[in-house]
């Protein structure tokens, strides 16, 4: 099993550009998360999805969009990217939300 | 508020030695409580749990104690060798609201040789 996967890895962005995070995993989870780290920080959550169909907000979704597509995919969209978003985002899962959750290896974001 | 914590930001050990990682948690309704070890460059790992009907867990070479009267756990790493250097962070769910992991801003494990 592959596990959490996320694409890209990297991206650099221009303020005011949109683009999607992608996630994707193999495990059969029903809750999916997506966090974001700053440097030093522990993770913050942005956005889950405790089952397909469900999405909710966490901590700090302002700026942010997500897209549950099926039980394996959940997307993180920032539709005008500002250089507070410059961030390490991952992708996690469990098997419900009260299990310890799996996390992606992670996209570094930059916004110029 | 929901607070997670940790009270030392890093720690350097000799390899071999024992390690111990404290935590302190704001919600006395949390009930469920994660370890993670992250590497650079990595995703989060999970490590251990602990429900809080439970004092204690051990895994490999690892124990979490749970004080849920002070609202305190540790991590204790036994024998530390050099690929435990990592960031690690605890974090503790409340099941009575929405199911949302708290996450303290992490101690850098730092093994000498």
């Known amino acids: 099993n592959a596990g959490v996967t996320q694409t890209p890895k990297f991206q650099v962005l221009k303020t005011g550009q949109s683009m999607t995070l992608q996630c994707a995993q193999d495990m059969n989870h029903n809750s999916m998360y997506w966090y974001r780290q700053d440097p030093g920080m522990g993770l913050r959550l942005i956005y889950y999805s405790a089952s397909e169909g469900t999405t909710d907000k966490g901590e700090v979704p302002n700026g942010y969009n997500v897209s549950r597509l099926n039980k394996r995919e959940f997307s993180l969209r920032l539709e005008s990217a500002a250089p507070s978003q410059t961030s390490v985002y991952f992708c996690?899962?469990?098997?419900?939300?009260?299990?310890?959750?799996?996390f992606g290896p992670g996209t570094r974001l930059t916004v110029l | 508020g929901e607070s997670v914590g940790l009270h030392l930001p890093t720690l350097s050990v000799q390899e071999g030695d024992n390690s111990i990682i404290n935590c302190a948690y704001s919600?006395?309704?949390?009930?469920?409580f994660i370890w993670y070890k992250q590497e650079s460059g990595k995703g989060p790992q999970f490590i251990i749990d602990?429900?809080?009907?439970?004092d204690k867990r051990q895994g490999q070479r690892v124990t979490v104690l749970l004080n849920k009267t002070v609202k305190h756990l540790s991590l204790q790493i036994a024998a530390t060798q050099p690929g435990d250097s990592a960031v690690y962070f605890c974090a503790d769910l409340f099941s009575g609201g929405y199911n949302k992991l708290i996450f303290g801003a992490g101690t850098r494990l730092a093994v000498h040789p």
């Open positions: 996690a899962s469990s098997v419900t939300s009260y299990n310890e959750q799996f």
């Open positions: 602990i429900r809080s009907n439970m």
């Open positions: 919600n006395s309704a949390s009930d469920y």
